[in-house]
């Protein structure tokens, strides 16, 4: 898996104090999308168990970790990013996961990762349907609380 760049204090994608990775690849190709430059999977930098470390220790004085992109559950990224997943949920069980998808849940429920993460915002971003809604970019997009099930 590759990289774009990470933030480590970033309060925009999620609730409280962030570290934000954004992946790349993405397959969906969603027209307007404002992280088009991270659509190739090839593009970025690689993401070595260095950078992983380094990520996971930034996240000691934050609130949670966020996954957007490009796409994290491109199937070329998941196995890294449940990788990233399984680890941060160890190293900080009381912290959560946010991740960012142009798929649908229905699409992804069954992937074991979504088992570490908290929060899922799902479903492709449409530029003919803004949002006032937090965290989404337009209003197809569901914030899903997946330990409860709650959709907003």
């Not at 990775?21 to 397959?27: D, E, H, I, Q, R």
Request: net charge negative.
């Amino acid at each position: 898996m590759n990289y774009d760049r990470y933030y480590t204090c970033d309060m925009v994608n999620g609730e409280g104090l962030r570290v934000t990775l954004f992946v790349t690849g993405c397959a969906h190709a969603c027209p307007g999308c404002y992280n088009s430059s991270t659509w190739n999977r090839l593009a970025g930098k690689p993401f070595t168990d260095e950078v992983r470390e380094r990520l996971l220790a930034d996240c000691a004085s934050h609130d949670g970790l966020s996954l957007s992109g490009g796409d994290p559950l491109l199937p070329a990224n998941r196995e890294a990013v449940a990788e990233l997943c399984r680890l941060f949920k160890q190293r900080y069980p009381e912290k959560d996961i946010w991740l960012w998808t142009g798929y649908l849940h229905e699409e992804v429920q069954d992937l074991p990762l979504l088992r570490d993460v908290d929060v899922l915002i799902d479903g492709r971003y449409l530029k003919d349907q803004p949002t006032t809604k937090p965290w989404r970019g337009s209003a197809n997009q569901r914030l899903i609380r997946l330990a409860t099930g709650e959709v907003s």
